[in-house]
């Protein structure tokens, strides 16, 4: 059977963005910026986003246009023969799973949060009645169960629809939707007033800061952020390699992806931080930010549930933009590994990620009292842990070491396929770094994972 293809360039990076835009942009990077000085920290993440993300996009993309295949078999048909590359997608498999064990809840949380600002939840409450709302809805796992379902409900049936009628049209309109969001809540931001010292936080580089706040730990945080803003490893963006065509070298298109990935990390912080400094409100406030901080904003401001309802409309955008491209992965590697049809693929893993994601809704309540990392953790931590700490770094290097080594696919067979088109080249020169001196990079990464959760 053909495989279906994107209608357009502009779908393919698009929908690859928006597999990469998720809470990790516009959740992780503002609290972190907040944590590590602003500016400074800004521009060693950029650094990094370049040269270490960069080229396992590059890779991912490769190896799935050459083989025309999720990464359930994207290995088994490149491989040379007799090899266990192919071991490799029960990386892939399971991080595409485990990742929406967690992710749909915390995605069902931003679309709740976009109901209660339409409707008013929040207006003229006090600070610690808006904290207590936070803390009602984790106690509450009827609540949390029901908007996970919506959210497994709602990323399935688009992708239930087909490649270029659900999953490309849909997600198009809600990123040009969640790009337009962002200008508007941006522009707001940054006219309020006393917002100007929340700018120059942001985008006046002041390496002082960074030292202050450690130089080690600081570059670290970058590095970790600039690797998992990604989603890079686990075959997530690999699948959007197999469904374009070779008329564009894959570097250009890793740019595009790049770029715009960061343009919303960008921009979230020029949302969040003036409407912070203006407010006297603690800017790297941790994830509690967007749940208890930000709602405290808008009750500030003037048309503060107007503005309150667009920013968890922008978010519950992004959240489900992610979503959406990760089942997608996941309606492949059943249909690659069954050969069953897309709707019987969607049937099955509906009840299946329905199943998956309670443990993370209950560890919130019912479970509480289970703690695998340490006072004051849950199962939303483990998970996290086991998908950005491990299978992240562990299923880049795979992706690495395969497009270098010659045990493997090979550097001259990954640079033909990605070179093939017109577009900016994959440089020659960089076989070196990609081979010897980024996987040492990556598993520096995943030790420092462990050292900071377990010595630290």
Avoid at 60 to 80: I, N, W
Avoid at 432 to 455: E, H, R, T
Wanted: hydrophobic residues 55%.
């Amino acid at each position: 059977m053909e495989r279906e293809k994107f209608s357009s360039r502009l779908g393919f990076i698009l929908i690859s963005a928006g597999c990469a835009i998720g809470l990790g942009n516009v959740w992780r990077f503002p609290y972190i910026v907040g944590q590590y000085g602003g500016a400074a920290f800004v521009l060693i993440y950029l650094l990094f986003l370049l040269v270490l993300g960069l080229p396992v996009v590059v890779m991912e993309f490769a190896v799935g246009r050459a083989s025309q295949k999720s990464a359930a078999l994207s290995f088994e048909v490149l491989e040379p023969k007799g090899s266990k590359w192919h071991l490799g997608k029960c990386i892939a498999i399971a991080g595409n799973y485990l990742l929406m064990m967690f992710y749909t809840t915390v995605a069902g949380w931003m679309l709740l949060y976009f109901m209660k600002m339409l409707m008013g939840n929040f207006t003229g409450m006090a600070a610690d009645q808006v904290a207590a709302e936070f803390g009602g809805m984790l106690g509450d796992p009827m609540i949390m169960m029901a908007m996970m379902i919506i959210v497994v409900l709602l990323g399935f049936a688009v992708c239930g629809m087909g490649l270029q009628n659900g999953v490309e049209k849909i997600t198009k309109w809600m990123m040009v939707c969640l790009l337009l969001l962002m200008v508007v809540l941006a522009g707001n931001s940054m006219l309020i007033e006393g917002g100007g010292a929340g700018l120059e936080f942001y985008l006046k580089p002041d390496f002082a800061k960074v030292r202050d706040a450690g130089i080690g730990e600081a570059v670290f945080a970058a590095l970790g952020q600039s690797f998992f803003t990604l989603s890079i490893g686990i075959g997530a963006l690999a699948i959007f390699g197999s469904y374009i065509g070779r008329e564009k070298r894959l570097t250009g298109e890793a740019v595009s992806v790049l770029c715009l990935d960061t343009l919303v990390a960008f921009m979230a912080g020029l949302i969040i931080f003036p409407a912070c400094f203006a407010y006297g409100i603690e800017a790297d406030a941790g994830p509690s930010l967007i749940f208890i901080t930000l709602p405290n904003v808008f009750n500030h401001m003037p048309g503060g549930r107007v503005w309150g309802s667009l920013f968890f409309l922008f978010m519950s955008f992004a959240a489900m933009s992610t979503v959406i491209a990760v089942f997608q992965n996941i309606v492949s590697f059943s249909t690659d590994l069954t050969g069953c049809t897309v709707k019987k693929a969607v049937v099955w893993n509906v009840v299946l990620m329905i199943i998956l994601s309670v443990p993370c809704v209950l560890g919130f309540n019912v479970w509480s009292g289970f703690m695998p990392l340490g006072e004051g953790t849950g199962v939303l931590d483990l998970e996290d842990f086991l998908v950005s700490n491990n299978l992240l770094p562990i299923g880049s290097l795979l992706y690495l070491l395969f497009c270098t080594s010659r045990y493997g696919w090979g550097f001259e067979k990954f640079l033909s396929e990605a070179n093939a088109g017109t577009g900016v080249k994959f440089p020659r020169w960089a076989r070196v770094y990609v081979s010897y001196v980024l996987p040492l990079v990556i598993l520096v990464i995943f030790l420092q994972g462990y050292w900071a959760k377990f010595a630290g």
